[in-house]
């Protein structure tokens, strides 16, 4: 049997668990995004070694350069913090932030799949859908383009081959793997055409002159190049970082800075369309 003094003994801890079951139950807030950016001192981004002019790494030096690698600096330098580069890839970018390695990753186009896993700024330029096509083919509309008799090269399931279903649906379309196959199917006399969207297309052209010429078809198309968060309860992150690219687009800094960093591929201001905008 149990004695008055042994019960009270259990009865006082009871006391003191119920006490402090509200601290253990109740989770600790995790930090946001922002908050770790202050505190650490650090704003961690991805970088693409190969994905000139956004991303390059010098083989040589290790160096970065490009114009989200300027741009990215220049949010750092905003904040205070230092810029901290971590190699990545285009399809590993969205995992990435998602496990926490990177703060923010720019140059994703907010598709419908990953606008399902992660959050997105509004865009920080617009890159408008041109083709480059053979030399003797005349054609400056999209309308021009839409006849089956034209053969268009298109890497398969990118935002090039979703123009393509919305300009040129009566084109022989030809989905291939890569871009880079769809520029050898060009290349080759196979395809009369490639979509590409212009800082890939102004790259290309001034690499080989000779592939064809660049056209920007009318009307007008764009798609966007987004920055991307990992989703969290709290906002402040991602709404810190839009409103400082809405700043910097209207002052004209994105706009200068991707002119800038164009010439690591070879292309100068000269070279730009006359309706280029972003």
Same mark, same amino acid.
């Given at each position: 049997?149990?004695?008055?003094?042994?019960?009270?003994?259990?009865?006082?801890?009871?006391?003191?668990?119920?006490?402090?079951?509200?601290?253990?139950?109740?989770?600790?807030?995790?930090?946001?995004?922002?908050?770790r950016? !202050?505190?650490?001192?650090?704003?961690?981004?991805?970088?693409?070694?190969?994905?000139?002019?956004?991303y390059? !790494?010098s083989?040589t030096?290790?160096? =970065?350069?490009?114009f989200y690698?300027d741009?990215?600096?220049k949010?750092?330098?905003?904040?205070?913090?230092k810029?901290?580069?971590t190699e990545?890839? =285009? $399809?590993?970018?969205?995992?990435?932030?998602?496990?926490?390695?990177?703060?923010?990753?720019f140059?994703?186009?907010?598709t419908?799949?990953?606008?399902?896993?992660?959050?997105f700024s $509004?865009p920080?330029?617009?890159?408008?859908?041109?083709?480059?096509? %053979?030399k003797?083919?005349?054609? !400056?509309? =999209?309308?021009?383009?839409?006849?089956?008799?034209?053969r268009?090269?298109v890497?398969?399931?990118?935002?090039?081959?979703?123009?393509? $279903?919305?300009?040129?649906?009566?084109?022989?379309?030809?989905?291939?793997?890569?871009?880079?196959?769809?520029?050898a199917?060009?290349?080759?006399? %196979?395809?009369?055409?490639?979509?590409?969207v212009?800082?890939?297309?102004?790259?290309?052209?001034?690499?080989?002159?000779?592939?064809?010429?660049?056209?920007m078809?009318?009307?007008?198309?764009?798609?966007?190049?987004?920055a $991307?968060?990992?989703?969290?309860?709290?906002?402040? =992150?991602?709404?810190?970082?839009?409103k400082?690219?809405?700043?910097?687009?209207?002052s004209?800094?994105?706009?200068?800075?991707?002119? !800038?960093?164009?010439?690591?591929?070879g292309v100068?201001?000269?070279d730009?369309?006359d309706?280029?905008?972003?």
């Amino acid at each position: 049997m149990i004695n008055r003094r042994t019960f009270n003994k259990f009865a006082g801890l009871g006391v003191v668990a119920s006490a402090l079951m509200p601290f253990a139950t109740t989770q600790v807030r995790a930090a946001s995004s922002l908050e770790r950016v !202050k505190s650490s001192g650090e704003l961690r981004i991805g970088g693409v070694a190969d994905g000139a002019p956004y991303y390059q !790494k010098s083989l040589t030096d290790g160096q =970065w350069r490009g114009f989200y690698i300027d741009i990215c600096q220049k949010l750092a330098d905003d904040l205070g913090v230092k810029l901290k580069i971590t190699e990545t890839t =285009w $399809g590993n970018s969205v995992l990435d932030l998602q496990s926490q390695k990177i703060d923010v990753f720019f140059g994703l186009n907010p598709t419908p799949a990953r606008e399902k896993v992660i959050d997105f700024s $509004g865009p920080v330029f617009k890159n408008a859908f041109t083709m480059i096509k %053979r030399k003797d083919l005349e054609a !400056k509309s =999209w309308e021009d383009f839409n006849k089956s008799n034209i053969r268009i090269a298109v890497d398969a399931g990118s935002s090039h081959d979703s123009a393509m $279903g919305r300009h040129a649906p009566n084109a022989t379309i030809s989905r291939l793997k890569t871009a880079s196959d769809a520029t050898a199917a060009l290349q080759s006399g %196979r395809a009369d055409a490639q979509c590409l969207v212009l800082v890939l297309a102004l790259s290309l052209v001034a690499k080989n002159p000779a592939i064809g010429d660049l056209v920007m078809p009318t009307p007008l198309d764009f798609t966007t190049s987004n920055a $991307g968060f990992r989703r969290e309860d709290d906002a402040s =992150w991602r709404e810190f970082v839009d409103k400082w690219i809405s700043e910097h687009r209207e002052s004209g800094f994105i706009k200068s800075t991707i002119i !800038k960093n164009m010439e690591l591929v070879g292309v100068k201001e000269t070279d730009l369309p006359d309706d280029f905008e972003i």
